[in-house]
C-alpha cells in the first residue's frame, strides 16, 4: 500500500530557530497536504501542495512530486507553532493517508 | 456553518454499549471522511461518502461500525457492542468534493470504553 515516511518523527527547538520537516513517499503524489494538530488536538489545514511552492506567513512548503517527496519550512519558531505536524497523500478513496507526523517542542 | 463540527465532543461508554457519533460538515461539501486517531498512533482512514452514497466500507474495522449520511449534510458513525480497543479520537473531515480537494477536519469526539 501507499506509504508516508516523515522525519524528523521529533524535533525540539528554541524559540527563533528555524526547521525543515521531510515527507517521503513509496506512490506518486496526488492531493497532498500539511496540517498541524496543536495540543487540544485540532488538526488544522496548512498547505494544499501537490506540486510547487507556497508560503503563508512564517510557513512554506514545497514538493517534488518527481522525487515522491515534500518539505515543510518553520522559520523563526514561536511556542505556538509546538504540536504534531503531518502531511498525507491521496488514497484511492479521495482519502488521505497519513505518516506519523514529526512532534515539534518550541521552548522559550 | 463555518467549521466541520462534531458531537458529542467526549463520549464515556461501558464495554457492550453501542455508541453514535456525529459529524455535520461545512456547508455545500458533497465529500465526507471519517477518520480514527488511537493512542500512539497514526491517523486511520474508516469510510468517506460521496453524497450519502458510500461506495466502499472496507476500511471500517469490524461489523460493529456502521455509518450513514443523509440529506447530503449530517453523518453519524455507530458502533455496536463498543470493545475498550473502540477507545480513539473520531475524526470528521469534509472538502468540497472527492478528488483533489483540501480536506477540513472537525475536532473530534474522544471515546473511551471501560
Known amino acids: 500500500g501507499i506509504q508516508v515516511e516523515q522525519s524528523p518523527p521529533d524535533l525540539i527547538l528554541q524559540e527563533g530557530a528555524n526547521s525543515t520537516l521531510r515527507c517521503n513517499f513509496s506512490d506518486s503524489v496526488n492531493n497532498l497536504q500539511w496540517f498541524h494538530q496543536n495540543p487540544w488536538g485540532q488538526l488544522i489545514n496548512l498547505f494544499y501542495?501537490?506540486?510547487g511552492t507556497k508560503q503563508n506567513g512564517r510557513l512554506s512548503a514545497t514538493t517534488v512530486a518527481t522525487e515522491r517527496y515534500s518539505l515543510l519550512y518553520i522559520s523563526s519558531s514561536q511556542t505556538t507553532d509546538s504540536g504534531v505536524y503531518f502531511c498525507?497523500?491521496?488514497?484511492?478513496?479521495?482519502?488521505?493517508?497519513f505518516g506519523k507526523g514529526t512532534k515539534l517542542s518550541v521552548k522559550p | 456553518g463555518a467549521g466541520v463540527s462534531q458531537s458529542p465532543s467526549n463520549k464515556v461508554t461501558e464495554k457492550g454499549k453501542d455508541v453514535e457519533l456525529r459529524c455535520d460538515p461545512i456547508s455545500g461539501h458533497t465529500a465526507l471522511y471519517w477518520y480514527r486517531q488511537s493512542l500512539g498512533q497514526g491517523l486511520e482512514f474508516l469510510i468517506y461518502f460521496q453524497g450519502n452514497s458510500a461506495p466502499d466500507k472496507s476500511g471500517l474495522p469490524s461489523d460493529r461500525f456502521s455509518a450513514e449520511r443523509t440529506g447530503g449534510s449530517v453523518s453519524t458513525l455507530t458502533i455496536q457492542r463498543t470493545q475498550q480497543e473502540d477507545s480513539a479520537v473520531y475524526l470528521c473531515a469534509s472538502s468540497q468534493t472527492i478528488n483533489q480537494e483540501t480536506q477540513y477536519f472537525g475536532p473530534g469526539t474522544r471515546l473511551l470504553v471501560l
Open positions: 501542495i501537490p506540486s
Open positions: 498525507a497523500n491521496g488514497g484511492s478513496q479521495g482519502n488521505l493517508i
